[in-house]
């Protein structure tokens, strides 16, 4: 006599059955959420099917597949929570570097950069040393002094926090030599690494966030000052704003972007500062943004400018900068007459049309020390 099957072997096969079509479901049904891709990039495009051009086709339908298939964001979302929260590891480490007090390092290029691997070949010096040789004569002949800003990674302000096999090579790091290059030719140059670093001894609060790979409010105010002394001993008109001039108000914060790449912006708190003047000065904000800005970045990035009601004998000043120099601009428009900022999709050029156009007294590069092989690439007077 057959025995009857069982009820769990019902179960098994229904489960079966539901694990092998789920994903099919999901993907045409969509019955839950995608949820969040938290990865700091862009997704792959579904490829169009081009019959006079089959080769490529699998190979970018694979990689199509492999960021879009089903549950895919819960996945990577659980993996996340399993490496950090049972193993104590990052579970990206080719993006994250996790401090010894958790704090959050960059990998991509800043790694390298603190580690020395990333050196200046001579023909790229020498490519360098033709293009800022060719700025600081373009700008002399029209009477605009010129800076140049180099900013830290967290790497080079905190290195006491790096698990202790991160060691920089016995070597010049390429950062040194963009600097002695530009004392060459005789730039003046700002090095915020000397600056921050030096802060640490009289400010407790941790100058950059801890969830984050840019500075934080203190210390950007901190970079605000080092570059304002150098710009005084030319201008001794401006008065630099000091600490005092402000009501500092610590703010709890979500995570920052090196939280969200590991999936933990919500999890892991930060802390920034707000600073409330305690003075009154009419800055006007200018939005209209007279130039093209470069595809695939947002306009209200691009340009910014502020004018000074209250103060017109002050020099008018241009930057060119990357993201470093968000923070620094609730602060460097209370200095000049009119500033503005250009982030020009990180190459740091000269930018010609627009120097002619804005005509200003000062012009400053705002460069991240990490980036600099970028500045170089784009060297155009080689």
Avoid at 86 to 115: H, S, W
Wanted: net charge negative; proline share 6%.
């Amino acid at each position: 006599m057959k025995s009857k099957p069982k009820f769990s072997s019902f179960l098994l096969i229904i489960l079966f059955i539901i694990i092998v079509t789920s994903a099919f479901v999901q993907d045409n049904l969509k019955i839950i959420p995608p949820g969040t891709n938290t990865e700091n990039r862009k997704l792959t495009d579904k490829p169009e099917l081009d019959v006079t051009l089959l080769d490529p086709f699998p190979v970018k339908y694979e990689n199509y597949y492999n960021d879009h298939f089903a549950f895919r964001n819960y996945f990577v979302n659980l993996y996340s929570d399993i490496s950090l929260n049972l193993f104590r590891k990052c579970p990206f480490p080719d993006q994250v570097l996790i401090g010894t007090n958790d704090d959050l390092y960059a990998v991509r290029l800043e790694l390298d950069t603190y580690l020395r691997k990333s050196l200046f070949r001579r023909g790229e010096i020498e490519r360098m040393r033709s293009d800022f040789t060719y700025r600081k004569e373009y700008l002399a002949k029209k009477g605009i002094d010129y800076y140049v800003v180099i900013c830290p990674t967290k790497y080079s302000v905190y290195p006491e926090f790096l698990p202790w096999y991160i060691k920089p090579l016995d070597t010049i790091s390429h950062t040194d030599q963009f600097i002695n290059l530009l004392k060459e030719i005789d730039i003046r140059v700002v090095d915020l690494r000397k600056s921050l670093t030096a802060a640490k001894e009289s400010i407790p609060q941790q100058l950059f966030r801890k969830t984050d790979n840019h500075w934080n409010n203190l210390g950007s105010f901190v970079a605000y000052r080092s570059i304002m002394e150098q710009i005084v001993k030319d201008h001794p008109e401006i008065k630099p704003l000091t600490f005092s001039d402000f009501t500092i108000i610590p703010e709890e914060t979500v995570g920052g972007n090196l939280a969200f790449m590991i999936n933990k912006k919500y999890e892991m708190k930060d802390v920034d500062y707000i600073f409330k003047p305690n003075f009154s000065l009419d800055v006007d904000t200018v939005r209209e943004n007279p130039y093209p800005a470069p595809s695939d970045f947002d306009p209200g990035e691009f340009f910014r400018s502020f004018y000074l009601s209250d103060t017109n004998n002050l020099p008018k000043v241009v930057f060119f900068h990357d993201s470093f120099t968000l923070s620094l601009q609730q602060f460097l428009k209370y200095s000049f007459s009119g500033s503005v900022f250009i982030w020009d999709k990180w190459e740091y050029k000269l930018n010609e049309p627009i120097v002619e156009n804005e005509k200003p007294d000062i012009y400053v590069t705002i460069v991240l020390e990490s980036l600099l092989g970028g500045l170089c690439d784009n060297c155009v007077y080689k």
